[in-house]
T-cell receptor, first 114, second 111 residues
Framework: DVKVTQSSRYLVKRTGEKVFLECVQD?????MFWYRQDPGLGLRLIYF???????EKGDIPEGYSVSREKKERFSLILESASTNQTSMYLC?????????????FGPGTRLTVL | GQQVMQIPQYQHVQEGEDFTTYCNSS?????IQWYKQRPGGHPVFLIQ?????EVKKQKRLTFQFGEAKKNSSLHITATQTTDVGTYFC???????????FGKGTLLTVNP
């Protein structure tokens, strides 16, 4: 089974802090994604990566950056956390080049910014 | 960007009743995926529909893709308490990796 793990289930940070959210997948997937999930807004794509060191902006990239130095690891960085970044953050991965590109999600990190 | 509209936002049913959630787009969908997220959990892939008019079944769940590929539905027959959760549809956007998710339908079931 594909396993996607995230570094923390719950995280509390202060406004202005630099925050790192880590995601690791163990199935050699090329694609990795970061979403945020807020009530009533569904899943919104922040950034995705289709290869090591490659990244593309999603629908809501402002205030975030990402890093993918190794194929299995995709990091989401909040350079200066703000209260409006309080949310559930979900990482996902998928294989490249398949007709069925289902995404496998991690358990999520609930981030609270005070 | 392209939007996928999902209705209803919430649905509460008595156990044993049927449930349907709809996914609509103003433009042609490339393919549709459906996911389920249990309370406190993460989204889990259920199925993908690709062909116009396609119908697939998984036990009590029936998935349909419209003839014009602009809408899709998920129907659950005789709901059970284990069906509780949020059901999301997602459009493959014609690429082989990105998805556009609908906002989801939260299903609650009264035992």
């Amino acid at each position: 089974d594909v396993k996607v793990t995230q570094s923390s289930r719950y995280l509390v940070k202060r406004t202005g802090e630099k925050v790192f959210l880590e995601c690791v997948q163990d199935m050699d997937h090329e694609n990795m994604f970061w979403y945020r999930q807020d009530p009533g807004l569904g899943l919104r794509l922040i950034y995705f990566s289709y290869d090591v060191k490659m990244k593309e902006k999603g629908d809501i990239p402002e205030g975030y950056s990402v890093s993918r130095e190794k194929k299995e690891r995709f990091s989401l960085i909040l350079e200066s956390a703000s209260t409006n970044q309080t949310s559930m953050y979900l990482c996902a991965s998928s294989l490249l080049g398949l007709a069925r590109n289902e995404q496998f999600f991690g358990p999520g990190t609930r981030l609270t910014v005070l | 960007g392209q939007q996928v509209m999902q209705i209803p936002q919430y649905q509460h049913v008595q156990e044993g009743e049927d449930f349907t959630t709809y996914c609509n787009s103003s433009t042609t969908l490339s393919n549709i995926q459906w996911y389920k997220q249990r309370p406190g959990g993460h989204p889990v892939f259920l199925i993908q529909l690709v062909k116009s008019g396609e119908v697939k079944k998984q036990k009590r769940l029936t998935f349909q893709f419209g003839e014009a590929k602009k809408n899709s539905s998920l129907h659950i027959t005789a709901t059970q308490t284990t069906d509780v959760g949020t059901y999301f549809c997602a459009d493959g956007r014609g690429s082989n990796y990105k998805l556009t998710f609908g906002k989801g339908t939260l299903l609650t079931v009264n035992p």
